[in-house]
Each structure stands twice: as structure tokens, then as C-alpha cells.
Nanobody, 123 residues
Framework: QVQLVESGGGLVQAGDSLRLSCVAS????????MGWFRQAPGKEREFVAA????????YGEDSVKGRFTIARDNAKNTVSLQMKSLKPEDTAVYYC????????????????WGQGTQVIVSS
């Protein structure tokens, strides 16, 4: 059974940094793209970043570019999201996803999801 488990969320102040991690088990993900999405209260789940099996990256809205960095370790079946200069608008539940069938930008294309980790950024 495939499982994705996120960790690293928490309550931080604006300007702080956080590193989210996602560990995948129950399958082989070294050849799968993996992504991070987030969902704020009352909003749709939005694409944050994705990384191909070879390390090519894609980022979502301009507000995260330059502040967030996605990386993966295929040997450990992990993907991380380093977030710096956090803003209150980054507050959301962050989800790890794997194995997109089609565009990596669309949440509906991913086969596997983690349970999410909450990030709260206070002003």
C-alpha cells in the first residue's frame, strides 16, 4: 500500500523558514514526479512545486518562486520543500503528492496523496 507521510509543519512568524519533508513508501517513486500542493481555508488546493524523477523543477505562483525550493532524494524516497521568508499568506495545509498522470500542475492528475501538514505563519 502506497503511503506518503509529510512532516515539518508548524507555527512560525513571518520571515521565518520551514522545511517540509515527505517520505514515500509502498512503491517505487524514483521514476515518478512528485509535487507539493497547499490548501488554505475556504480556498481550492493550489500547486506549489513539483520535481521530476531527474530533478527538473517547476514552481507555482510567482509569490513562492525564489522563496521555496523543492528537492528529492530518490535513494530515500523523500521529497522536501524548503520555505524561507514565510508570509502570513503562506498559511495552509501542505500536501505531498506523487505519480501525476498528465500535467504536474493539476491536483486531479496525482494518484497518491499524503495527509497534509499544517503551516501557520503569524504576522
Amino acid at each position: 500500500q502506497v503511503q506518503l507521510v509529510e512532516s515539518g509543519g508548524g507555527l512560525v512568524q513571518a520571515g521565518d523558514s520551514l522545511r517540509l519533508s515527505c517520505v514515500a513508501s509502498g512503491g517505487t517513486f524514483s521514476r515518478s514526479a512528485m509535487g507539493w500542493f497547499r490548501q488554505a481555508p475556504g480556498k481550492e488546493r493550489e500547486f506549489v512545486a513539483a520535481i521530476s524523477w531527474s530533478g527538473l523543477t517547476e514552481y507555482g505562483e510567482d509569490s513562492v518562486k525564489g522563496r521555496f525550493t523543492i528537492a528529492r532524494d530518490n535513494a530515500k524516497n523523500t521529497v522536501s520543500l524548503q520555505m524561507k521568508s514565510l508570509k502570513p499568506e503562506d498559511t495552509a495545509v501542505y500536501y505531498c503528492a506523487a505519480n501525476p498522470r498528465g500535467s504536474i500542475l493539476s491536483a486531479s492528475n496525482y494518484d497518491y496523496w499524503g495527509q497534509g501538514t499544517q503551516v501557520i505563519v503569524s504576522s
